[in-house]
């Protein structure tokens, strides 16, 4: 029996985690699992929303390390996890994503020598001003198996001198979710809640750290969404760490721009899915966005996720109002529906392909595969 530490910390975890542990439990005769969540959201809109509408299981470790700056939170997730893993003792620590409580728990698996699998391994913004960058790179670093979503998260790990037998392609879990949600999504009442018809409004969600804690950057996307939402409403569930920087610094939302509470998956799922176009910064929405065919605009200057420009739905228009109001109005005008364009490997199945990869790795020596890495190094 393979016995597996499932690792959650923050709202983006979530839907990564929950197929995961479906197709554990369904192969329950070959692996069990534990899943630690973190604490790193702990608000019930941010967290505990998240559990009911995915049908995912109460934690069975809860570490209750909430808030504070990125060093206490990622010491104090390190400090938690460690006695967990030391009692626990598993075949394997799984993490998703790019959050603090990711690395935090590589890191600290990694130094007991337990098996690391991180899942969504290889994407790169470039951009190491954001914190999940730094989360990536790591992360991947100490990761001994790197289960990726696109052929350009394997390149830029294999650039990164990562041995081949590390990485296995697996596809984006997160659209297993998606698959799986859309039809009880469906019943959803957000729409008849808020008075909106589909294709009749944009929805939107800013949360980076670089939009959000600089008054002249809200100020601009501001004024770029005031200028939309002359042509249509612009819904916005506001996250907590927004809400409370607007307050900060008297940012008042524009006409026309409806700030509501942050949604629970199914709500969200009706809303952006229904939407004329999805404004964003968030990595996720915009691979959500590009497997149902909703045109996406992402205020930002870079993504970790190119896929979705090269193969999807997505743009990236950064910050300047002229630009991000230009590319709404071409949406608006385009009466045509964008047909849904998945990628290869987003088809539902990820979470059947990651359980596979644990399964057959299971015996592997901790830090396999790092003589690879050193030839690497010597060679360049
Ligand atoms: C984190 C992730 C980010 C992810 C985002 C999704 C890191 C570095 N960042 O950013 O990658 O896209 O989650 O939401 O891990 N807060 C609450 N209630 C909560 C959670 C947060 O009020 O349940 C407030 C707190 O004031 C907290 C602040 O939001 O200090 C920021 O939370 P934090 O987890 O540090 O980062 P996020 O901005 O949520």
Redesign the pocket.
Known sequence: MVKVLNVV????NFMKMAPIITEMVARGGEITQTLVHTG????D???GAFFRDLGMPEPDVYLNT???T?AE?TARVMLAFEGVLVAEQPDWVVVV??????LACALVASKLCVRVAHVEAGLRSFDRTM??EI?RLLTDQLSDLLLTPSPDADENLLREGIAPKRIVRVGNVMIDTLYRQIERARSSSILDDLSLNPRDFAALTL???SNVDNPDSLRRIFTALGAIARSMTVVFPA???TQ?RMREFGVEPPPGVKVIDPLGYLDFLKLWSNSKMTLTD??GLQEETTALGVPCLTLRENTERPITIEQGTNQLVGLDPERIVGAAEAIIADGRSTPARAPELWDGRAAERIVTALLARANYPPHYGLEGERAATVEI
Do not use: C, I, K, L
């Not at 790193?40 to 608000?43: A, K, L, R, V, W």
């Not at 994503?97 to 990711?102: A, E, I, L, R």
């Open positions: 910390g923050a709202r983006p790193q959201h702990y608000d809109a941010m967290s909430r808030g504070g990125h939170q994503g790019d959050v603090n409580s990711t914190p999940e989360n949360h980076r750290p996250h907590p760490r409370s968030s990595g």
